[in-house]
């Protein structure tokens, strides 16, 4: 009788242990993995991995922090401009997470780099750069954990928002000073004074409707052409397909856009523009017929070639639209 007691409890009391000790095992494991992750972010915001790394510190568990990594391709050879201009807004994310006050081991930035990982690529079935992703503390990314860049740009703000949305972690961003705005502001304002001086006897150019109505147009053609939209979500100047090589310079949504798609956009409206501009000094200037003729001919030219052009980029980008003007 004593026996067929003793024994269970020799057994019970041997598994208890193997699980204590394997508990251990998995504590002293999680904490060697955080401790190294922390002297790695002491050292750069932005934790360099290679595929021998992901599998550690990402994907093999024990782990309960979170790591952004940001997948890129940023040697010279690979020719993606859009990966420098991300790695820029990700490095004063990371920045301004790490030299915070509420930094913690909660969250951690990362990259790989293609040549140095190209087999996590692979692991991922990953084939364009830059790509942001979310490896939770627990569980498997979903589908919300991969940053949607085209239609949200790479600017610090929006990634720290996304960041916060994954992990509740709250990021105010932090950006270097830049001196550059002031400096040009002062030097623009210091040539209109500069001419305002030399001028100073004759100030009529200040009361030309020309002027006026020159620097109005400008400034409605920027912003009509997206250029705030541009300076809210940091959009890449174009997009380069990694596969075949080939750049796009308008977007192919509706929801988002190109650096490059606006400053098109802002010629053709201008083109417009100038076209209005000649058949309105056709029909009232006191020029010779042949001259206000030739002035008629370029502004219907000029009216119809461009007008047709923004209606295909429209048509492009809003799929589905009927109408097309000599161009579809």
Known sequence: MFRTVLVPLLLFGALCCELADAQKKKETLLSEKVTQMMEWASKRSVI???????????????????????FT?????????????????FQVLANSWRYSSAFTNRVF???VDFDEGSDVFQMLNMNSAPTFLHFPAKGKPRRSDTYELQVRGFAAEQLARWVADRTDVQIRV?????????????FLLAVIGGLAYLRRHNLE???????????????VLIMT???MW??????????????????????????????????????????VTMGI????????????????????IAGIGLVMLFFSWLLSIFRAKYHGYPYSFLMS
């Open 225 to 227: 052409s997206g250029q």
């Open 230 to 271: 541009n300076h809210i979500r940091g959009p890449p100047y174009a997009h380069k397909n990694p596969s075949t090589g080939q750049i796009s310079y308008i977007h192919g949504s509706s929801q988002a856009q190109f650096v490059a798609e606006t400053h098109i956009i802002l010629l053709f409206n201008a083109a």
């Open 48 to 70: 360099r991995i290679n595929g021998d790394k992901f599998r550690r510190f990402v994907k093999a568990p024990p782990r309960n922090y979170s790591v952004v990594i940001m």
């Open 109 to 111: 930035f990362a990259s």
């Open 277 to 296: 501009v000649l058949l309105c000094e056709a029909a009232t200037s006191d020029l010779d017929i042949g001259k206000r003729k030739i002035m008629c």
């Open 205 to 219: 150019f200040l009361f030309n409707k020309n002027v006026w109505a020159f620097s109005a147009l400008c400034f």
């Open 73 to 89: 391709a940023l040697q010279p050879q690979r020719q993606c401009g859009v990966c420098r201009q991300a790695d820029e807004e």
């Open 174 to 186: 932090i950006r270097p000073p830049n001196y550059a705005g002031p400096l040009l502001l002062g």
